[in-house]
């Protein structure tokens, strides 16, 4: 009587290795994209520094913030009257936008006394106002 060789995996061996990973899996897929999310958050709190250093660049060449109507696009193309004195590109066309694809919202300020000079939002995952975690919106304080 010859024996064979056996090669292979047998059925219970397959799954016990599936039923492995997929113990691995539950426990540590929710951590990951918990991680995830907030390396977006810390993205979009960096891009608003930079937004803000170059709203302050800005500000030293042209002598004033932004208003409603220019926005943000007046840091990558010189405003109405303002050609002689801007000296940007001052960020890149990317830096408007947040992690989650959505353009950061800007609001200058009032010009009262203790009120910011301007306003930067960042609305979180959700593209909306308010919200909790991933959702919940950022702004320069």
Same mark, same amino acid.
């Given at each position: 009587?010859?024996?064979?060789?056996?090669?292979?995996?047998?059925?219970?061996?397959?799954?016990?290795?599936?039923?492995?990973?997929?113990?691995?899996?539950?426990?540590?897929?929710?951590?990951?994209?918990?991680?995830?999310?907030?390396?977006?958050?810390?993205? #979009?709190? %960096?891009?608003? =520094?930079?937004?803000?250093?170059?709203? $302050?660049?800005?500000?030293?060449?042209? *002598? &004033?913030?932004?208003?409603? #109507?220019? %926005?943000?696009? =007046?840091?990558?193309?010189?405003?109405? $009257?303002?050609?002689?004195?801007?000296? *940007? &590109?001052?960020?890149?066309?990317?830096?408007?936008?947040?992690?989650?694809?959505?353009?950061?919202?800007?609001?200058?300020?009032?010009?009262?006394?203790?009120?910011?000079?301007?306003?930067?939002?960042?609305?979180?995952?959700?593209?909306?106002?308010?919200?909790?975690?991933?959702?919940?919106?950022?702004?320069?304080?």
């Amino acid at each position: 009587m010859k024996r064979r060789n056996r090669k292979g995996f047998t059925l219970i061996e397959i799954l016990t290795v599936v039923v492995i990973i997929g113990l691995l899996g539950a426990f540590v897929a929710p951590r990951v994209f918990k991680g995830l999310g907030k390396a977006k958050r810390d993205i #979009a709190v %960096g891009k608003m =520094a930079i937004l803000e250093q170059a709203l $302050g660049r800005f500000y030293f060449d042209c *002598g &004033r913030f932004p208003n409603d #109507a220019e %926005g943000l696009q =007046a840091l990558i193309v010189p405003p109405d $009257g303002l050609e002689d004195k801007w000296n *940007g &590109r001052y960020c890149k066309e990317s830096d408007l936008k947040d992690p989650w694809g959505n353009e950061f919202l800007y609001f200058e300020g009032s010009g009262e006394i203790g009120d910011k000079e301007y306003e930067l939002i960042c609305l979180g995952a959700d593209g909306a106002e308010g919200g909790e975690g991933d959702n919940e919106d950022i702004t320069n304080d």
